[in-house]
């Protein structure tokens, strides 16, 4: 009999030895005259544990990890295609309590099937959501989006149905959707992994996208940092358009739908939807003065949905379980789940799909167990680059957009980077106003020059060059950039300064709150 | 040409840009096509690809400039991507940085001496639970140590 042996093609399982440890597999098997079929799965989220390994039994997949190549032939003399004993050997992988404790809606797939194959995905639930809305209005579609109560998962959290709902009525000869795939953020590797461990689901939320606002065309703006993303995207369309789910008459329905992967260069600020669009026009990626909207005047000028991953890859869920059922997922006006990601200084660093409402302190300590150097965790930064850091005392604060907003902080992508308590918090804002000018797209004064003074003021005040003074030039700058960006970047660029000030004034040579002080 | 820039394969860009000229937006990805072909963007294909789209060569030149991704001259044979974003700098990326430019002897967007290797910043390679990480040639490495670094740079020293 054939036994399934899973090993990630998961780029970070890959950075840590997986394709190593695949071929090690591969040979030792031939060696010894077993027969497995060795299936490349997308990464379960576990990643203290990659490279894992996992077989297939009959109590279900037991996993090992982290296997080295050099652990391959000692797991066959355990019989681990048996499930074998062994100091590697997980148990059951589903009953990792990391995996066990997580609510899995839009990451249901990843780890488990093999990525780019259409019959694994039919198998495992796929294309239920696309079949639905074949027999929906485009206005049902829209509408059973609006009801799950979706907001877009990239950051901003506008909600999802009544972006689709404006390109919906806009009357053009071309509406586009457009993947937003440049994912920058620090902390955040989530669309990655879906892109690389269930690339189909996003494919399917586009097509579902283009079928409910009418569009025929959709682009995948793919950041040029995700290279094996991009394979995955493309060998998945291939999948895709030869199966009859992409192209002129998708599954003998007469509608039109097709996606191309486009790859960006390395910029920032890109990750902005109007820079984006720019980009993809082949020019640089400038900022745009809104009005007009994308969802109007968008993509070569015509009406376009712009939608982050995660936002389009939670769409084939709603639209197979149904908006009401989504909806029924969170806490206060953020429904549904999030792909939590832990990052940085953390001991168990991963990926944790749970409903919004989780508290800071429980994916810290619960799910991540802590530092990795075992130090105690001073701040995290969450949502990026842009983000608050967020000192301990807040930590039992819910992971909501709206709580966190209402403490100065922000959720964004839904990535946690930690730092133990080495970390020097001035010069993390210094490096956020750094980074602010290296990634500046130039268009407005507040984020071109603001953030070049930023970093100035930051380093006259570490030297102690009249730092009363220096604080309040500081929140004025801050001030400025805030109110006077025309987008995130420098609109936001202040909050990882403004709380290291807040929370951490005496790494600026500040003896007390910053506030007092200045 | 200008006999102050090396030569490149004026055909094979030119083979580029007409395979790729009629896409929607197509700049970017002949840019990309040129550069994963050849290396570089070599500054005299300008003129080239601003005939092809319509467009001029300031448009061109500025689109190049504007893309940390994109470079002008030739690479070193191999490309070494630090990360420096935060999660990476929460586990120690700074100091490993430090270490590169003092082992290689160059800053970022230089090459050594003997050419071997491209010293590039990246902010964030999406490894973020196994930090520090670096992506060589586009392989993604994560938790990389200065040793195992150094094994590294041994290691694309004696390539080709």
Not at chain 1, 66 to 72: F, G, S, Y
Not at chain 1, 246 to 273: M, N, W
Not at chain 2, 78 to 97: D, P
Request: overall charge negative; glycine content about 12%; some cysteine.
């Amino acid at each position: 009999m054939t036994i399934k042996v899973y090993i990630p093609r998961d780029s970070a399982s890959i950075s840590l030895g997986a394709d190593k440890v695949a071929r090690a597999i591969a040979f030792e098997a031939a060696r010894r005259g077993a027969t497995i079929e060795l299936v490349r799965n997308g990464s379960r989220g576990m990643f203290w544990l990659e490279p894992m390994v996992e077989v297939s039994t009959p109590e279900g997949r037991v996993a090992y990890g982290p296997v080295k190549p050099d652990d391959v032939a000692e797991l066959f003399e355990a019989d681990f295609l048996y499930g074998g004993q062994h100091h590697l050997n997980l148990g059951l992988t589903e009953d990792i309590p990391y995996f066990a404790k997580q609510q899995r809606l839009t990451f249901a797939r990843v780890g488990i099937t093999d990525p780019v194959s259409i019959d694994d995905y039919l198998a495992h639930d796929g294309y239920r959501g696309l079949a639905n809305a074949l027999k929906m209005t485009p206005a049902d579609i829209v509408e059973e989006v609006t009801t799950s109560g979706l907001r877009g998962r990239g950051g901003a959290a506008f909600p999802t149905g009544i972006k689709w709902r404006t390109v919906l009525g806009a009357q053009a000869d071309q509406k586009y959707i457009v993947c937003n795939a440049d994912e920058g953020d620090s902390g955040t590797f989530s669309d990655r992994m879906i892109m690389e461990g269930d690339p189909l689901v996003l494919i399917e939320g586009m097509t579902i996208a283009g079928l409910a606002v009418g569009a025929t065309m959709g682009y995948i703006y793919l950041r040029s940092e995700y290279p094996y993303a991009e394979v995955a995207l493309n060998e998945a369309i291939a999948a895709a358009n030869a199966r009859g789910y992409l192209g002129d008459d998708i599954l003998g329905s007469g509608k039109t739908f097709h996606l191309e992967v486009r790859r960006g260069a390395g910029a920032y600020v890109c990750g902005e939807e109007t820079s984006l669009l720019e980009s993809l026009e082949g020019k640089r990626g400038m900022v745009r003065f809104k009005p007009p909207l994308p969802a109007l005047e968008g993509l070569f000028g015509k009406p376009t949905v712009v939608n982050n991953v995660i936002s389009l890859a939670s769409v084939p869920i709603i639209l197979d379980q149904g908006g009401a059922n989504y909806q029924e997922y969170g806490v206060g006006r953020s429904r549904g789940t999030l792909p939590f990601q832990l990052a940085g200084n953390i001991k168990y660093g991963g990926l944790v799909e749970a409903a919004f409402g989780l508290s800071i302190r429980e994916l810290l300590y619960d799910f991540g167990g802590g530092s990795r150097t075992g130090r105690p965790i001073r701040a995290v930064q969450i949502g990026g680059p842009l983000g608050a850091y967020v000192p301990e005392s807040q930590f039992d604060l819910p992971l909501d957009y709206e709580e966190l907003g209402k403490n100065d902080a922000m959720l964004g992508h839904g990535g946690l980077v930690v730092f133990d308590d080495t970390v020097d918090m001035a010069q993390m804002a210094r490096f956020g106003m750094e980074f602010c000018a290296i990634e500046s797209c130039g268009k407005c004064t507040p984020c071109r020059i603001g953030s070049t003074r930023g970093v100035e003021v930051i380093d006259r005040m570490v030297e102690g060059k009249d730092r009363p003074k220096q604080v309040i030039l500081l929140r004025e700058l801050c001030d400025t950039m805030l109110s006077g960006s025309l987008c995130a970047l420098g609109g936001m660029a202040p909050f990882p300064v403004l709380s290291a000030l807040n929370h951490f004034p005496e790494d600026f040579g500040l003896a007390e709150p910053a506030d007092k002080a200045a | 040409m200008n006999s102050t820039q090396p030569a490149w394969d004026r055909d094979t860009v030119l083979g580029i840009i007409d395979a790729l000229k009629h896409k929607p937006g197509a700049l970017m990805p002949i840019l990309h096509g040129i550069q994963d072909s050849i290396g570089y963007v070599p500054p005299d294909s300008v003129p080239l690809m601003a005939e092809a789209l319509n467009l001029s060569r300031a448009e061109v030149h500025g689109t190049i400039t504007f893309y940390h991704h994109f470079r002008t001259t030739p690479p070193g044979r191999h490309k070494l991507e630090i990360c420096r974003a935060e999660a990476c700098q929460a586990m120690g990326a700074n100091r490993l940085v430090a270490h590169a430019r003092k082992t290689l002897g160059v800053d970022f967007h230089e090459t050594t001496a003997d050419g071997a290797i491209s010293l590039e910043a990246v902010y964030c390679l999406g490894n973020c639970a196994c930090s520090p990480a670096v992506m060589v040639d586009g392989e993604l490495l994560g938790s990389v140590s200065q040793e195992s670094f150094d094994e590294l740079v041994g290691t694309l020293r004696s390539q080709p």
